[in-house]
């Protein structure tokens, strides 16, 4: 069956850390470019965190460089979302998607989405 | 930045209608665009790549065109299941979304 499952999120204090993870299965995982992406409480959504297939890039926006870091295991046919500082607008529901590209060193879109996983920043 | 702004915001039609949805983009993209339908409790599901080609397994009442700045996604005849907010997405400069355009039942 091919999809994402994610893991880690809760409850986390402001500027603690937290890291979540993405368990992937049905597909070719060391194929793809993985993403993460994430929606606060009834908002759209914001691009996190993209990974090539063989980690050889990775690319971050401006306003998340520095405190968020993606990384792969590709024995393990995971990907990971290291977080740090979080802060309450950090609060969202963190979907990772696969690229729909395989072997790209930079992203195309999302063909492939997990169903989320829930992280609150708060005291 | 690349910035992506959709509107209308909100789109109030009866199932049979014709939907037509716009985003603008701050600079151009090319074609690199693609769009998204998200459900209430849902992932977002990709329907439209490369501006105009439909994703696999999504109806051909969708389609997409444009290119450069300004591009659209039309549903040819609402379907009840279509009703969902979508969301315009760029691969030019990063990866930007635009705020979404909800399709609710008029």
């Known amino acids: 069956q091919v999809q994402l499952v994610e893991s880690g999120g809760g409850v986390v204090q402001p500027g603690r850390s937290l890291s979540l993870s993405c368990a992937a299965s049905?597909?070719?995982?060391?194929?793809?470019?993985m993403h993460w992406v994430r929606q606060a409480p009834g908002k759209g959504l914001e691009w996190v965190a993209f990974i090539s297939f063989d980690q050889g890039n990775r690319y971050y926006p401006d306003s998340l460089k520095g405190r968020f870091t993606i990384s792969r295991d590709n024995s393990k046919n995971t990907v990971y979302l290291q977080m740090s500082s979080l802060r309450p607008e950090d609060t969202a529901v963190y979907y990772c998607a696969k690229d729909s590209r395989d072997y790209a060193d930079y992203g195309w879109y999302f063909d492939l989405w997990g169903r989320g996983t829930l992280v609150t920043v708060s005291s | 930045e690349i910035v992506l702004t959709q509107s209308p915001a909100t789109l109030s039609l009866s199932p049979g209608e014709r939907a037509t949805l716009s985003c603008r983009a701050s600079?151009?993209?090319?074609?690199?665009l693609a769009w998204y339908q998200q459900k209430p409790g849902q992932a977002p599901r990709l329907l439209i790549y490369d501006a105009s080609n439909r994703a696999t397994g999504i109806p051909a009442r969708f389609s997409g065109s444009g290119s450069g700045t300004d591009f659209t996604l039309t549903i040819s005849s609402l379907e009840p299941a279509d009703f969902a907010v979508y969301y315009c997405q760029q691969r030019y400069n990063l990866f930007t979304f635009g705020p979404g355009t909800k399709v609710d039942i008029k």
């Open positions: 600079q151009s993209v090319g074609r690199s």
């Open positions: 049905g597909f070719v995982f060391s194929n793809s470019g």
